[in-house]
């Protein structure tokens, strides 16, 4: 929690009174599928002119950077153009079991120095980079990859290779300067990384081995976020898993400053919480883990957030789509769910939990 000196010329003080009395005017409030689906239309809508133009794609000039082979997964590093002039380094990890298209999931990494590295489990050797991933069971994009899903692994605008693993304003958020940047010249940082993250499934759609109606998104954190709204507007994305990142305005944004400018919608509470932009993916199958230890995305808020989401996706008419994870654990990738997750709505395999 901020601690806001009582003075009313403070300004923290005018801004929990402005929070107070704004009420999102497009708020959840369907009691019907059909009052649904108008609903969400609108909210994709409505989100699409929030995030602001997004720019024309580019020739994907796709270049193999690096190949290593494990002992379940080929390991391949791609550069890939998303719009004019601006690349995109990415991991797919290929499975080596068996023949044939396979479904695929776009793993996005959160906020972090590293980018898409331990999601996809390359560390170097590097012991602060090991912990890194041990700390968050961070290396997912792996994981899944081991599990038998081809796995796409991207570095986001602000993060990993795209700022050359360093931060150039010192004393400062990298991602809250790249955000100023891009509103400053017509754009937003998170419009930008979701125009990315459509561009790396256009180049996942390009190969061979996976199967174009089978493809998932999942992420922690940051990678919740992208997750989210990567979910929402992309009808190619057929499952989802938001990993510690459902939450409400109030706690993360107003109560404290839990937030930078990659995760920013532009006067997104004028009109949604963040439950609702989570809701209006419904009826898509949506699991959704929260750390009942989480000091990052705190767990009274995820339960205020679950509530919202589990309503929308009773008034879809599909209940049975949404999963949700309260799992002992702080901010991390728990896995407990989400192994049988993928592999009933990306394979139509059997699953031994919901």
């Excluded at 704004?22 to 599928?33: D, E, I, L, V, Y």
């Excluded at 995760?263 to 809701?279: E, N, R």
């Excluded at 883990?289 to 008419?317: M, P, Q």
């Excluded at 728990?334 to 919901?354: I, P, Y």
Aim: glycine fraction near 8%.
């Amino acid at each position: 929690m901020v601690e806001i000196i009582d003075a009313p010329q403070i300004t923290d003080n005018f801004i929990l009174r402005l929070y107070r009395r704004t009420k999102p005017s497009m708020a959840f409030r369907a009691t019907s599928r059909e009052e649904f689906n108008e609903w969400k239309a609108k909210v994709r809508s409505k989100i699409m002119e929030l995030l602001g133009e997004f720019p024309e794609p580019a020739p994907l000039d796709p270049r193999l950077l690096s190949s290593e082979e494990t002992e379940k997964f080929v390991r391949e590093k791609w550069l890939i153009q998303s719009e004019e002039e601006c690349y995109v380094p990415l991991y797919l990890l290929i499975p080596k079991n068996g023949g044939g298209k396979k479904p695929a999931i776009l793993c996005a990494h959160g906020h972090g120095p590293y980018g898409k590295d331990p999601v996809a489990g390359v560390h170097f050797n590097d012991p602060e980079r090991k912990s890194n991933i041990l700390r968050h069971n961070y290396n997912y994009g792996e994981q899944m990859a081991e599990a038998g899903f081809v796995t796409i692994v991207p570095d986001w605008r602000s993060f990993g290779e795209r700022v050359g693993y360093r931060n150039p304003y010192p004393g400062r958020d990298i991602c809250n300067v790249h955000f100023l940047q891009h509103l400053i010249l017509g754009r937003t940082l998170l419009g930008s990384n979701i125009f990315d993250g459509m561009r790396v499934i256009d180049f996942l759609l390009t190969r061979k081995e996976v199967d174009p109606e089978k493809i998932g998104c999942m992420g922690l954190s940051f990678g919740g976020t992208m997750t989210t709204f990567l979910a929402l507007l992309d009808d190619r994305i057929k499952a989802a898993d938001i990993i510690c990142y459902a939450t409400t305005v109030e706690h993360y944004a107003i109560n404290r400053p839990n937030f930078c400018g990659s995760q920013i919608v532009p006067y997104l509470y004028k009109y949604l919480d963040v439950p609702d932009v989570i809701a209006a993916i419904a009826p898509k199958p949506l699991l959704i883990e929260s750390g009942a230890s989480d000091t990052c995305f705190w767990i009274h808020s995820a339960l205020k957030a679950h509530e919202n989401i589990r309503r929308a996706y009773e008034v879809s008419g599909y209940p049975e789509n949404l999963w949700i994870e309260v799992f002992p654990g702080e901010h991390c990738f728990s896995g407990r769910k989400a192994f049988d997750f993928f592999k009933k709505f990306l394979k139509g395999g059997e699953c031994l939990s919901a």
